[in-house]
């Protein structure tokens, strides 16, 4: 049972390069997430998958895009990266959708991206 | 202003003392309160959460308070130890535009001290 997982672990991207982030997670969980980590501003959510067909943008969409491939996999794209887009990338999953219910997010092991 | 503010944002210890953080948030129909622990280079773990219908909830040498009228909540860590020593996120649920989603905090960078 390996949890959350993430591809890649580190990425070097050019200016207007695309590249798709992978996330997968073996927890049969319905909600997934997206969340980019920069110093000093704690975690950001950037789009959310409450099940399996659904999407909807989180507090800073801007610039991504996802696709819910499955119930297990949520990818994240950047068409077109900016060097505002260098960061730590997190998916995470939980059994539900329902952060008032009070559902724990489990988080993957993270992506460091660096645009240049 | 942000919905979920923490304080400090770093903090050093001896190890065995206490230390304590303190989160607070905007949204007053706020009902869920976890805190995370990032170890450096590592992914966020809950460490301990509370639900807007408790007061105080413990786990050995950790407790988080959560105050309502206030709209603050903060983490306890007693008897610090050096593996204590990492980034500690609060969230609290908040209704943006949409749902109602996690809402982190800056986070607080602890260093136990041997």
């Known amino acids: 049972n390996a949890g959350v997982t993430q591809t890649p672990k580190f990425q070097v991207l050019k200016t207007g390069q695309s590249m798709t982030l992978q996330c997968a997670q073996d927890m049969n969980h319905n909600s997934m997430y997206w969340y980019r980590q920069d110093p000093g501003m704690g975690l950001r959510l950037i789009y959310y998958?409450?099940?399996?067909?659904?999407?909807d943008k989180g507090e800073v969409p801007n610039g991504y895009n996802v696709s819910r491939l499955n119930k297990r996999e949520f990818s994240l794209r950047l068409e077109s990266a900016a060097p505002s887009q260098t960061s730590v990338y997190f998916c995470a999953s939980s059994e539900r959708w329902g952060a008032s219910l009070g559902e724990t997010q489990y988080f993957g092991p993270g992506t460091r991206l660096l645009v240049l | 202003g942000e919905n979920v503010e923490q304080h400090p944002s770093t903090l050093s210890v001896q190890e065995g003392d206490s230390a304590v953080i303190k989160c607070t948030y905007s949204?007053?129909?706020?009902?869920?309160f976890p805190w995370y622990k990032q170890e450096l280079g590592k992914r966020p773990q809950l460490i301990i959460d509370i639900r807007s219908n408790v007061g105080e909830k413990k786990d050995q040498r950790i407790a988080v308070t959560l105050n309502k009228t206030a709209k603050h909540f903060s983490l306890h860590i007693t008897e610090t130890q050096p593996e204590d020593s990492a980034v500690y996120f609060c969230?609290?649920?908040?209704?943006?535009?949409?749902?109602?989603?996690?809402?982190f905090g800056s986070g607080t960078r602890l260093q136990v001290q041997p």
């Open positions: 969230a609290a649920s908040i209704r943006d535009t949409g749902r109602r989603a996690l809402t």
């Open positions: 949204d007053s129909a706020s009902n869920y």
């Open positions: 998958s409450a099940s399996e067909g659904t999407t």
